[in-house]
Nanobody, 121 residues
Framework: QVQLAESGGGLVQAGGSLRLSCAAS????????RGWYRQAPGKQRELVAT???????NYLDSVKDRFTISRDNAKHIVYLQMNSLKPEDTAVYYC???????????????WGQGTQVTVSS
């Protein structure tokens, strides 16, 4: 099983920056697509950004040009650099990873425990 440990959340003023990290550990064959989701109080969880193994990225429209997702495949870490933060970015941010547990094994989604990001106005 893969464990995902997120870090980097916190309280920041509007216009500020934060960098989230998500480190994978445990037993697995490979980690494929990775992503960041967020869930604000009273709202559904939404996809913020994804990155494939070859570095292709996709973003939620409202974070394009402000957030950047990247990954270090050697260290099994995925990052989310968040700049020009807005109060509406306040949410719990979750790391997601598509994992292959063994060669030709069935893939599954692993989730982190979430990290709180609060942006004050």
């Amino acid at each position: 099983q893969v464990q995902l440990a997120e870090s980097g959340g916190g309280l920041v003023q509007a216009g500020g920056s934060l960098r989230l990290s998500c480190a994978a550990s445990g037993s697995f064959f490979s980690i494929n697509a990775r992503g960041w989701y967020r869930q604000a109080p009273g709202k559904q969880r939404e996809l913020v950004a994804t990155i494939t193994n070859d570095g292709s990225t996709n973003y939620l429209d409202s974070v394009k040009d402000r957030f950047t997702i990247s990954r270090d495949n050697a260290k099994h870490i995925v990052y989310l650099q968040m700049n020009s933060l807005k109060p509406e970015d306040t949410a719990v941010y979750y790391c997601n990873s598509r994992v292959t547990p063994y060669f030709l094994g069935p893939t599954y989604d692993s989730w982190g425990q979430g990290t709180q990001v609060t942006v004050s106005s």
